[in-house]
């Protein structure tokens, strides 16, 4: 599994004008082709009067699944400069259709290049990508009269609580960086005097939101 990588947040849309072309652009994340495939064919249903519904995805840990479709314009000027922004772009397990009605003037293929990578490119910010990042969680089991010290302490910290469990003694699930097990435990230790039990759990993805300046 991947440390870490990128892909968006959701789903989101966008439109521009272009020579009075509308260009609406439509991005999904797509974890397998089979639901890059029918977010296509949604968004084909929604704008079957469309001058043409361009699509493109890239899925898989290496970008194993890369397609693009042109559906109708020239080769090379729609699905291709869509699937070269994505990949630019860093993002995996992402899906992107563009609709476009044709307002009359062509654009020439330098102009469809332009307008199909700004699409994308413009519909991904409005989606907004995230960082998932690999974690483990860490399960940290104390006595009741150590709760009020180590919740304050993890709230305060550089750590994010993912669950509490109270029980017949309360469980702290937390999610901590793969290769930060050690200093965590240290510190868990030395906080409650080595009271606490300190059992490591699964692992799992914590998504992070990128500022704007940074997607």
Known sequence: MLQNYYTVKGYGE????????????????????????????????????????????VIGEHDQIQKANDDGEPSGTAGVPMLEV??????????????????????????????????VSEGLNAAGIVERRLMRVMQ????????????????????????????????????VPEDGQHPFNEWITELTNGR????????QYVELDLPPGQQ
Do not use: M
Request: hydrophobic share 40%; charged share 30%; net charge positive.
């Open 14 to 57: 966008h439109e521009i004008v272009i020579e009075k072309s509308r260009f609406i652009c439509y991005i999904n994340r797509a974890e397998t082709e089979e639901e890059a495939v029918a977010f296509i064919q949604q968004i084909k249903k929604k704008h079957w009067d469309a001058t043409h519904n361009c699509s493109a995805y």
């Open 196 to 203: 606490a039990d300190i059992q490591a759990g699964e692992q």
């Open 140 to 175: 940290v089991t104390i006595d009741y009269s150590w709760l009020g010290k180590v919740e304050n302490e993890l709230r305060s910290s550089v750590y994010t609580i993912k669950n509490i469990d109270y029980a017949d003694r309360v469980t702290f699930d937390v999610f």
């Open 86 to 119: 994505l990949k630019k772009k860093g993002v995996k397990d992402t899906v992107a259709v563009v609709t476009r009605y044709f307002g009359g003037i062509k654009l020439g293929a330098g102009g469809l290049v332009r307008a199909y990578g700004r699409a």
